[in-house]
């Protein structure tokens, strides 16, 4: 399997089946999606969906109602290739079996309705990915590798370090990144660091690196 870290929140899942390129949004250049076989979208904020980009490619899209809804009004044309998926389907896509976890966003502030969210636990290869989107939301399994938020409005280091530890991958990557600098990153980097326990490492890359 090659993970692809690309801008913000989107990761480029490679295996042996196919290309999964997951949370295209606008902070993530469109060469993201060249050639790849499918995409997942965790939720409808334009930092993880951006219709445009979707655009750029014939591959089937896997979400949420919320999505579908969303492109049905901004992008009917996109909205004719996704399949609306609920939490615990369990699915097989571009040679990978993904299963669908959480179905909310996290608080951004208790005045705000609470938004739709699902992750994405892939596993192929002998390995197995987990894509929270915006949410806090452990996978119920082991994992390989989690992909952390790290910086956002709803989020502080103290919640970001736990949920790694709850999850406890032997490998985290670094995802949804650009609300902080290279600073504040670097404050993440050395905090994890310092609280992760052995056994578990964090990881970052910049967009189009591989972890």
């Known amino acids: 399997m090659r993970i692809t870290k690309f801008g913000h929140a989107c990761v480029r899942i490679q295996t042996d089946g196919g290309v999964t390129v997951l949370d295209p949004g606008v902070y993530t250049d469109a060469s993201a999606l060249d050639a790849a076989d499918a995409v997942l979208i965790t939720h ?3 930092d993880h969906v951006h219709p445009e980009h979707l655009r750029g490619t014939d591959a089937p899209i896997w979400t949420i109602a919320a ?25 097989e896509i571009a040679g990978a079996s993904v299963e ?25 290869d002998g390995t197995s990915v ?28 103290g919640e970001a370090i736990d ?15 650009r609300v902080y600098s ?13 609280l992760l326990p052995d ?11 591989d972890l």
């Open 67 to 91: 999505v579908e809804r969303l492109l049905r009004d901004q992008a009917p044309d996109v909205a004719e290739r996704v399949t609306v998926v609920r939490p615990g389907d369990r699915l």
């Open 44 to 46: 409808e904020h334009p």
């Open 163 to 177: 949920f790694v530890r709850e999850v406890a991958a032997p490998t985290s990557l670094a995802i949804h990144d």
């Open 130 to 157: 987990y894509h929270p989107g915006d949410a806090l939301t452990p996978p119920g399994r082991p994992v390989d590798v989690l992909l952390a938020p790290v910086s956002a409005p709803w989020l502080k280091v």
């Open 182 to 194: 290279d600073i504040g990153l670097k404050m993440v980097e050395a905090h994890m660091a310092n």
């Open 199 to 209: 056994g578990q490492a964090f990881e970052r890359r910049e967009p189009g690196q």
């Open 100 to 124: 669908v976890v959480g179905e909310k966003h996290a608080v951004i502030h208790p005045d705000y309705d609470r938004f739709d969210n699902s992750g994405y636990v892939l596993e192929a």
